[in-house]
């Protein structure tokens, strides 16, 4: 071994461990430390942010009582408050301005001196005049018995307040827009309502009360607990008048009740139009998180235009929210804003025609629409049987409504957009649209034997069936006897490509441009017919054809316009839209010829039309709603009719579960004599 060598393994054996891992521990022990160090501190901090939490959120919850609890012990008395004072400061300044969603944000702590720490944050909120945006606020927080806590001034209900400072709110409310109809006559209006109230110190005490309140509920159709309710209010004063619902007129008053005039939403055909217009309802909480612009104590849209237009219609409020000096003079502010009265809506709707329309139906389950095929003017939109909005708008006992409710007319359903099988009324787009393509020739006679057909063996035991049993039969006969047999058999000899190319001119799958919500019409609930069945059912209105009397009037509306087909419309000052050559114009006055015929043949399903005397073309249809082939089903039957090529009007109405001896046609007569004479 060589002396290098020996020197190397000296100094390898003089290797000692010790001199690397005592320094690695402390290493360890200072990061550990450091670790809790900055652990502790995180929840410090934590517990800091929380006290700011807990205080803003009891104000949120209106939980008044609980501020004191996160503040200093001595922060109220070092700004001239007992901790009582401040609680009922903020209730009666944020109940009075109507606070709601109190939002906090952008909450900094950091240390300042003298183990303080320097707190800021922002808060929103929304006012009964509007909502109030990122307010600043600035105080300070400190250790007491080792938890921290809020130094409190008035500058934490508002940044600009001080002393004993007060709050100015102000409100100027719009006037809500109105619902007109085509000649500027009200569907909704604001107008004088009588408003039932009582004032508590008439109403005497002990078992004269009591018998005051029994008498009052009896009268008025209320509950005695709704008038105790009421009577508990927090603002109730004994000199106050409590109101307890809108009355129709003054009966009797018993002691302690009496009546008050005020403006409110006003539905003057009441039912008739009910399903178009719908009415409001009181703001809720739910209402201020989607729209933090409003107020709490006011009216929203809940059904019908007045829902669809309802930021059109509702304007925005106006007023002033101000900080005063505690003599009332004013130093700040904090938000001021101009009333913008709502705009009113003029619509397409004849007022006189739609309660006519709607009294016709006669309370029974049906839908009417008429339309100005011309201009695409919707003149009349029911639904039968509806409710008031006037009751729902203004108070409608838990008895009426559970009346509503529990009838099997179901007054609730908007018929006006429910989908429909149409029935024979369809036979017309089918008859169209054979003509157009050349499958169906209108002066060929078809041999037909029987009420009942079946195209060979292979449909089992399904048949179209018929009404009438004309043994030889061509498109004038098929319409003005309804002949099912017939329009199913034209429809298979033209086949589902060309009877699809021929639909698809129409308006199926499109979306309406109306302000009522509604699925677009369906031909079939696939792309394709699954059966040679199906095709020939939808050639006579019926299969999985789903079409709402609105979509069917727009439908219909080529037969008097040479073959365009125009849309509907609803608003007055609204574009006419047309869809050009979706029939050909020698097709239309074919079926014009035709459908006359229905009403002028004594064989014609609409003959009882004939009497009133003018000239009418019409279809009328029965569209079966069975599971079965040999069960019966309900029937609903519906009536087209029109005043023949260019015609001012078009009328579509349905009779749901139609029972024996009733149509559509026998309700329809005072509705198309009132047509006649003013279109």
Do not use: C
Not at 228 to 249: C, G, M, R
Not at 328 to 350: A, M, P, R, Y
Not at 501 to 530: C, H, R, V, Y
Not at 634 to 643: D, H, T
């Amino acid at each position: 071994m060589t002396e290098q060598s020996r020197r190397n393994t000296k100094q390898k054996k003089k290797f000692n461990p010790f001199f690397i891992v005592i320094p690695l521990l402390i290493l360890l022990i200072a990061g550990g430390a450091f670790f809790a160090y900055h652990l502790q501190s995180e929840k410090k901090q934590a517990a800091r942010e929380q006290v700011v939490k807990d205080f803003t959120t009891y104000l949120a919850e209106g939980k008044y009582d609980k501020i004191p609890s996160t503040l200093l012990a001595d922060t109220a008395q070092r700004n001239g408050y007992s901790k009582k004072e401040i609680s009922e400061k903020y209730q009666t300044i944020f109940t009075a301005i109507e606070a709601k969603n109190i939002k906090l944000s952008d909450l900094k702590i950091t240390a300042g001196k003298n183990d303080q720490y320097q707190v800021t944050y922002e808060l929103s909120l929304s006012t009964a005049m509007g909502q109030l945006k990122n307010l600043k606020y600035q105080t300070y927080l400190a250790y007491e018995n080792n938890e921290p806590k809020l130094e409190w001034g008035p500058n934490l209900i508002f940044p600009q307040m001080s002393g004993k400072d007060k709050v100015s709110l102000t409100v100027d409310a719009p006037v809500r827009g109105q619902i007109l109809d085509r000649n500027n006559q009200p569907l909704a209006e604001n107008g004088t309502l009588k408003q039932l109230g009582v004032v508590p110190q008439k109403l005497g005490e002990g078992s004269e009360k009591e018998k005051n309140i029994a008498a009052i509920a009896q009268i008025y159709d209320l509950t005695e607990k709704q008038i105790t309710q009421a009577l508990a209010q927090s603002w109730v004063k004994p000199d106050y008048f409590v109101p307890l619902k809108i009355v129709d007129e003054a009966k009797s008053l018993p002691t302690g009740a009496s009546i008050q005039e005020i403006t409110g939403r006003k539905y003057p055909l009441g039912a008739a139009a009910a399903q178009l217009v719908g009415y409001l309802g009181k703001i809720t909480a739910e209402d201020l998180e989607k729209h933090p612009e409003l107020t709490s104590d006011g009216e929203i849209g809940r059904a019908g235009l007045e829902a669809t237009y309802d930021e059109k219609l509702r304007g925005t409020a106006g007023g002033k929210l101000a900080i005063t000096d505690e003599a009332g003079n004013e130093k700040s502010v904090l938000l001021e804003t101009k009333k913008k009265d709502g705009e009113s809506i003029h619509l397409t709707i004849d007022s006189s025609l739609q309660e006519l329309a709607y009294n016709a139906l006669a309370n029974q389950a049906g839908v009417t629409v008429v339309s100005a095929p011309k201009t695409g003017d919707l003149l009349a939109l029911v639904s039968s049987p509806s409710y008031d909005p006037n009751k729902m708008t203004n108070g409608i006992s838990q008895k009426e409504y559970d009346a509503y409710e529990k009838d099997s007319k179901k007054p609730f359903l908007n018929r006006l957009v429910t989908g429909y099988a149409p029935g024979s009324t369809f036979k017309t787009i089918t008859a169209a649209i054979g003509l157009d393509n050349g499958s169906l020739d209108p002066n060929q006679k078809v041999a037909i034997n029987g009420l009942k057909w079946q195209q060979d063996s292979s449909w089992g035991g399904y048949y179209v069936t018929r009404v009438s049993d004309v043994p030889s039969v061509n498109l004038k006969d098929a319409l003005v006897y309804s002949d099912n047999i017939y329009m199913a058999q034209a429809t298979l000899k033209m086949g589902e490509k060309a009877f699809r190319a021929g639909l698809d001119q129409f308006i199926f799958g499109e979306e309406l441009d109306l302000p009522l919500a509604m699925n677009p019409a369906q031909i079939s609930n696939e792309k394709s017919f699954d059966s040679k069945i199906l095709l020939a059912d939808t050639g006579y209105g019926q299969g999985q054809l789903l079409i709402n009397p609105i979509q069917q009037a727009t439908m219909y509306s080529v037969f008097a316009n040479q073959g365009t087909l125009v849309y509907p419309k609803l608003i007055k000052d609204a574009k006419t839209k047309e869809k050009d050559a979706v029939v050909k114009a020698a097709s239309v006055a074919q079926i014009n010829e035709d459908l006359q015929a229905v009403v002028t043949d004594p064989n014609g399903t609409a003959h009882s039309l004939s009497s009133l005397g003018f000239s009418l073309a019409a279809k009328t249809g029965t569209a079966e709603i069975k599971e079965k082939q040999d069960e019966k089903g309900q029937e609903n039957s519906f009536l087209l009719a029109y005043e023949g090529e260019g015609s001012s009007y078009l009328f579509i109405s349905m009779l749901e579960d139609r029972q024996e001896n009733e149509s559509a046609t026998q309700l329809a007569p005072s509705v198309l004599q009132y047509l006649h004479d003013h279109y």
